[in-house]
């Protein structure tokens, strides 16, 4: 996958987004550049990096490929953001499972899995967190099982700041704040929230508000802790309703989709150590609701 011929090294003298970087300093189309860029052609400190607003600081190296990829990885459902020889961080769709499930065989594993083969790795992609089918947003997958068994099981110590948007319903009132609560699930699989101890666990999350009007609110999510249908519930809690909840809305769709995104991601590197940020924009069709 990797054997190229030599890349050409620059070195960053004044911090900017990546893309910004590549388009002042490299010769070529912007197209050209941009497409590079893609198609896993530009590495950072060593590291492929595909984010076109990835922070650079003063002194990093990026490597530019002077020869092109063979397979380049395109799909409509999953967006390789970061890889590199221990993990891969993915920004995916709607309308697609984290990992296998039931008799749904559309699943982010499994088209990583494909890339891999097809790229000649031998290595398979392994889940680590989850997100709902319906939520879209930034995930992290591990390449090998001791990788993956460190992000599962230091997954609280590694992860650092992890946040949501969403689109709610109604106008929220509060310009932030914490809403605390158990979460447990019932026998139908509904998970019910309690102000007090239900036997199930802790579920903290911290939200702010950044636009709203009488119809939706956009909020922010950072959660403190990571349950199963968290931020769903705890907005079913707040008497604002994530839109598009089928499970635990009011009816309200008016994307048509479930109005929430995983935008920002930052964990410390589960082998290298290194600080890790990843923020993907707020979804397009969110922001237009309050035009």
């Known amino acids: 996958m990797y054997n190229r011929k030599e890349d050409e090294i620059y070195i960053v003298e004044k911090e900017m987004p990546l893309l910004e970087y590549l388009l002042k300093n490299i010769k070529g189309s912007n197209n050209k550049i941009k497409a590079t860029l893609k198609n896993h052609g530009i590495k950072v400190n060593g590291k492929i990096v595909t ?80 997100l709902d089918r319906d939520t879209s947003g930034l995930m992290v997958y591990a390449k090998d099982m001791e990788t993956e068994q460190i992000l599962e099981h230091e997954w609280h110590d590694i992860v650092f700041d992890r946040r949501y948007v969403a689109v709610v319903s109604g106008e929220m009132e509060r310009d932030e704040g914490t809403i605390e609560s158990w979460l447990k699930d019932d026998h139908n699989f509904i998970t019910q929230s309690s102000p007090v101890d239900n036997g199930g666990k802790q579920a903290i999350s911290h939200f702010k508000t950044l636009r709203r009007d009488v119809n939706y609110s956009l909020v922010e999510f950072r959660l403190e802790t990571g349950r199963k249908n968290q931020i769903r519930v705890h907005c079913l809690d707040l008497g604002h309703p994530v839109c598009g909840d089928m499970k635990y809305g009011n009816g309200n769709d008016p994307l048509h989709r479930l109005c929430l995104h995983a935008f920002r991601l930052c964990f410390w590197h589960p082998v290298t150590n290194e600080r890790m940020e990843f923020e993907t924009p707020i979804p397009t069709a969110f922001r237009q609701l309050f035009k």
């Open 51 to 130: 984010q076109f607003d990835y922070p650079l600081k003063k002194g990093m190296r990026i490597g530019v490929s002077q020869s092109k990829r063979n397979a380049s990885f395109k799909s409509r459902y999953v967006k390789v953001v970061y890889e590199d020889k221990w993990i891969m961080v993915i920004e995916k769709a709607t309308d697609i499972l984290s990992m296998a499930g039931g008799h749904r065989s559309l699943n982010v594993k499994s088209v990583l899995d494909d890339y891999l083969r097809k790229t000649h790795q031998k290595c398979n992609a392994h889940v680590v967190h989850r």
